[in-house]
C-alpha cells in the first residue's frame, strides 16, 4: 500500500488543526516581522521537545505577509514521505538525497527552540523560520 500523499497529509492536518497558512496583503511588514522576531527570541532556549515549526514570509514584490504554523507531527510526515521533494533544480533528487543526508530533521530540533532562519533579501523579501 502506497503511503498518503502530501496533499493528503495537508488535508489531514487543515481538518485536525484547523488553518495553517495565512496569506495577508500588507503595505508594511514591520511590525509582523517584529513581533515574530520578539517571539523567537522569547522561546529561545526554553526545555522541552518544539511543537510547532514555524514560517514568515514577506514578499515585497507582491505586498504579502505568509504565516505558515506546522505541528511538528506533520514536519516528521512530510519528512518521511517519498512524495515530499526540496525544489533544487534539474538535479533536484540527487541534490534532495544530500541536503537530507547532512540535515536531519532530528539535528534540527536538537537546536531546540527559537530561530533557525533570517534571511533579508536586497529587495525587500524577508525569511523567517523558527521552532516553538
Given amino acids: 500500500m502506497r503511503s ?4 493528503g497529509v495537508l488535508v489531514a ?3 485536525a488543526t484547523g488553518c495553517l497558512v495565512e496569506v495577508e496583503k500588507v503595505a508594511d511588514p514591520r511590525a509582523a516581522l517584529a513581533s ?7 522561546v529561545q532556549g526554553q526545555p522541552g521537545r518544539p511543537g510547532h515549526l514555524e514560517v514568515l514570509v514577506y514578499d515585497h514584490a507582491e505586498g504579502q505577509l505568509i504565516r ?13 514521505s517519498d ?10 533528487g540527487e541534490a534532495a538525497k544530500r541536503v537530507r543526508r547532512h ?3 532530528e539535528d534540527i530540533e536538537k537546536a531546540g527552540r527559537g530561530a533557525l532562519v ?8 524577508q525569511v523567517l523560520v523558527w521552532l516553538r
Fill in 4 to 7: 498518503p500523499s502530501l496533499a
Fill in 103 to 105: 540535515l536531519r530533521l
Fill in 13 to 15: 492536518a487543515v481538518a
Fill in 36 to 42: 515574530a522576531r520578539a517571539e523567537m527570541a522569547r
Fill in 68 to 80: 505558515a504554523s506546522l505541528p511538528m507531527w506533520l514536519v516528521h510526515k512530510m519528512d518521511e
Fill in 118 to 125: 533570517q534571511v533579508e533579501e536586497e529587495d525587500g523579501d
Fill in 83 to 92: 512524495d515530499v521533494d526540496l525544489d533544487l533544480g534539474a538535479q533536484e
